[in-house]
């Protein structure tokens, strides 16, 4: 529950009020946003290479979209237990606590609901309340259990789609390797 708080707070935690330090901005598309790494100007190259490796590796695990990534992978498999990724547990754990905390007002099986407006494809739609009705029968965090790394459905129609928490674990993750590197703000 702290990790999910402090992705809830992050933001505010990074402001450089007050900070007499010149900033410069890098920009990348990732987790289907724009992510802005506002970073001290003399920031090296490879760190900010490091930084951006690291978001869209964590990209790479956690869409709900790519075909390669544990989550897509989870959702589209007909198997019902899956081992995942370090990475991937630690973001299924948040998610589940903050579901489990919040009664399931933040439910990280919300795929199925996601698909019906298909919001990243040329054509997004209002679906009807039919179909809004038919995808609510199969979101519910309660049929997911992660046992370490063992990520384990009870329904085979249990689909997950992270982006509540993944772009928050992604920037806890990134802060923390440019603080191991070195960068500093303000």
Not at 27 to 35: E, K, P
Not at 57 to 82: H, V, Y
Not at 84 to 112: F, K, Q
Not at 125 to 147: H, Q
């Amino acid at each position: 529950m702290k990790r999910f708080c402090l992705f809830l707070l992050l933001p505010i935690l990074l402001c450089a009020c007050g900070s007499t330090q010149t900033l410069s901005d890098t920009n990348l598309f990732a987790m289907d946003t724009v992510i802005t790494l506002r970073l001290p100007e003399n920031t090296p190259a490879d760190i900010i290479s490091a930084a951006s490796a690291r978001i869209t590796g964590l990209e790479r695990l956690l869409s709900r979209t790519d075909p390669q990534s544990e989550i897509c992978r989870f959702n589209t498999g007909a198997e019902d237990t899956m081992t995942v990724s370090d990475d991937t547990a630690a973001v299924l754990r948040c998610a589940l606590e903050a579901a489990a905390a919040t009664d399931g007002a933040y439910d990280p099986t919300t795929a199925p609901l996601t698909v019906c407006w298909d919001i990243t494809s040329e054509t997004p739609s209002v679906p009807s309340e039919e179909t809004i009705a038919e995808a609510r029968t199969r979101v519910s965090y309660t049929r997911l259990s992660l046992d370490g790394q063992t990520l384990v459905r009870s329904q085979q129609t249990t689909q997950l789609d992270l982006g509540g928490c993944a772009k928050g674990y992604a920037c806890g993750e990134t802060v923390e390797l440019l603080r191991a590197s070195g960068v500093t703000w303000g």
